[in-house]
T-cell receptor, first 111, second 113 residues
Framework: GESVGLHLPTLSVQEGDNSIINCAYSNSASDYFIWYKQESGKGPQFIIDIRSNMDKRQGQRVTVLLNKTVKHLSLQIAATQPGDSAVYFCAVNTGGFKTIFGAGTRLFVKA | NAGVTQTPKFQVLKTGQSMTLQCAQDMNHEYMSWYRQDPGMGLRLIHYSVGAGITDQGEVPNGYNVSRSTTEDFPLRLLSAAPSQTSVYFC????????????FGQGTRLTVV
């Protein structure tokens, strides 16, 4: 089966700096990778996804990088703001509907 | 446009009681799902539905039932609550059969005593 792990349970960055949140997965057949943001007391919110035929995808202030060789993906947040403080989850889909979520990284933004 | 609405937001049950968590979406999404979120763990899929009348089991289905009689509604039933079912429950809907962009509700915090 698939397992999804995040490298760090917490990450603290200075406001204005770039943040990098990492995620590792185990199944080389995984072909969709998704990042979610969860603010305190709320449900997860979709940020960005990437398919396995891509190495990089950019959104508004976010970039996801996928390295299939080492089964690793990362979410980069540019110019981190206080509103970016949240828990970030990566999720992996290996086919069909089921998606496996990692445990999450809590991002703290210091003013 | 309300998105995904879950009720109730909080619930305390006694062991052995049953209850239904409600979930409704107004985006006309075919795909709906229920997750539980426990401390230090990611979301785990309980049950999901790929359309009205069609449901299937996720990773942790034991102790839960679902049905999908309409596109909009996807209730989750706890048959006989146990303390191990204390968790935060999220309902989600998606237009994608690969569940790549799910819209989540605000969650139901359930405590079983």
């Amino acid at each position: 089966g698939e397992s999804v792990g995040l490298h760090l349970p917490t990450l603290s960055v200075q406001e204005g700096d770039n943040s990098i949140i990492n995620c590792a997965y185990s199944n080389s057949a995984s072909d969709y990778f998704i990042w979610y943001k969860q603010e305190s007391g709320k449900g997860p919110q979709f940020i960005i996804d990437i398919r396995s035929n891509m190495d990089k995808r950019q959104g508004q202030r976010v970039t996801v990088l996928l390295n299939k060789t080492v089964k690793h993906l990362s979410l980069q947040i540019a110019a981190t703001q206080p509103g970016d403080s949240a828990v970030y989850f990566c999720a992996v889909n290996t086919g069909g509907f089921k998606t496996i979520f990692g445990a999450g990284t809590r991002l703290f933004v210091k003013a | 446009n309300a998105g995904v609405t879950q009720t109730p937001k909080f619930q305390v049950l006694k062991t052995g009681q049953s209850m239904t968590l409600q979930c409704a979406q107004d985006m006309n999404h075919e795909y709906m799902s229920w997750y539980r979120q426990d401390p230090g763990m990611g979301l785990r899929l309980i049950h999901y539905s790929v359309g009205a009348g069609i449901t299937d089991q996720g990773e942790v289905p034991n102790g839960y039932n679902v049905s999908r009689s309409t596109t909009e509604d996807f209730p989750l039933r706890l048959l006989s609550a146990a303390p191990s079912q204390t968790s935060v429950y999220f309902c989600a809907s998606s237009y994608s059969r690969r569940n790549t962009e799910a819209f989540f509700g605000q969650g139901t915090r359930l405590t079983v005593v």
